[in-house]
C-alpha cells in the first residue's frame, strides 16, 4: 500500500495551495480517506476527511478555508487549502481507512509552510 502526497510547500498568508494524495494497493473507491496535519512539537491532529460516499467532515479551524475532494478513477484524494495562515503550517499526512475490518493505511506527508 502506498499513499503519495505532494503538494506542499511555501507559501504566504493568505495564498492558496492545492494537496494530492495517490493511493495504490487499496482498493480506493471503498476507503474513507483524509488529511490530518502534525505541527512540531504537537500531536497529529484532523484536517478533513471525506467518506467512501462522499460526505466530508472538516475541523473547526479549516471550515470554509479548505475543501476535500476524491476522485475515485484516479485513485486520488485532494486538499485545496485558501486563506493561509501561519497557524496551517505543519505536515499534512494522507490516511486511508475502512473501520471494517479495521484497515488504516498513513502516507509519508508533506510538509506546508505559511509564512507571515
Known amino acids: 500500500v502506498q499513499l503519495q502526497a505532494s503538494g506542499g510547500g511555501l507559501v504566504q498568508a493568505g495564498g492558496s495551495l492545492s494537496l494530492a494524495c495517490v493511493a495504490s494497493?487499496?482498493?480506493?473507491?471503498?476507503?474513507?480517506m483524509g488529511w490530518y496535519r502534525q505541527a512540531p512539537g504537537k500531536q497529529r491532529d484532523l484536517v478533513a476527511t471525506?467518506?467512501?460516499?462522499?460526505?466530508?467532515n472538516y475541523a473547526d479551524s479549516v471550515k470554509g478555508r479548505f475543501t476535500i475532494s476524491r476522485d475515485n478513477a484516479g485513485k486520488t484524494v485532494y486538499l485545496l487549502m485558501t486563506s493561509l495562515g501561519p497557524e496551517d503550517t505543519a505536515v499534512y499526512y494522507c490516511?486511508?481507512?475502512?473501520?471494517?475490518?479495521?484497515?488504516?493505511?498513513w502516507g509519508k506527508g508533506t510538509q506546508v509552510t505559511v509564512s507571515s
Open positions: 490516511n486511508a481507512n475502512r473501520p471494517y475490518p479495521g484497515t488504516n493505511y
Open positions: 471525506i467518506t467512501s460516499g462522499g460526505d466530508t
Open positions: 494497493g487499496i482498493s480506493f473507491s471503498i476507503h474513507n
